[in-house]
């Protein structure tokens, strides 16, 4: 039986600057459901990013509804949606944005520690989350020490340390050569697999869209769901 995880209705989005509106969404309506793989694809400035953010309630649509889980999001306060972020959802970034003065260990910790969970459990868990991603030995390195792949590996831990129901990838394979894009990419799809995790992931790499559960295509603020049947023709 299929679990709708998220839901929006005809969110839009506007950007006001000076006298004129920018219009970057325009309407999108997505069902995803539980432990899908969802794509969005589309030309850069076509709102990718910014309905990555707004699935992530790091910035609130113009209109629309969204629903998580069967929740209204729209009506909570920043607080609220300050502390379902940081229980419910992880972020990978193009750029790992982790904080060099801390080691891999501490690093994928550091939003079970914001949360207040209990610091024995957590860190018990972030070595299982590091080992999983391979990088058992690496505790103790600081991100100077470590490489581009590893450091999106610590990125994809840290993403899951409070056990988030849904992951939101923005470029997370970037910043990376094709051999460790590669790498991220199986990882991210074992543990959507093993863990019945859902992911949407923003990207330019053809590839990894083409593997996705579901391919979105976002052109001038409208989404387009793309069949797999004709998106190598058209894409690739």
Known sequence: MTETILFSEELTKEFHMGGSTLKVLKGVNIELQKGQIAAIIGKSGAGKSTLLHIFGMLDRPTSGRLVFNGEELGNKSDNELAAFRNHTIGFIF??????????????????AMISGNN??????????????????????????????????????????????????????????????????????????????????????????????????????????????????????
């Open 94 to 111: 193009q750029f790992h944005h982790l904080l060099p003065e801390f080691n891999a260990l501490e690093n994928v910790l550091m939003p």
């Open 119 to 236: 610091k024995k459990t957590s860190a018990e868990r972030a070595k299982y989350l590091l080992d999983r991603v391979g990088l058992s030995e690496r505790l103790n390195h600081r991100p100077g020490e470590l490489s581009g792949g590893e450091l999106q590996r610590v990125a994809v831990a840290r993403a899951l340390i409070n056990e988030p129901s849904l992951v939101l990838a923005d470029e997370p394979s970037g910043n990376l050569d094709q051999e460790n894009s590669e790498m991220l990419h199986d990882l991210i799809w074992g543990l959507a697999r093993e863990d019945n995790l859902t992911f949407v992931i923003v990207t330019h790499d053809m590839s990894l869209a083409e593997r996705a559960d579901r391919i979105l295509h976002l052109t001038d603020g409208v989404m387009e769901e793309i069949d797999h049947r004709h998106f190598t023709k058209r894409f690739m």
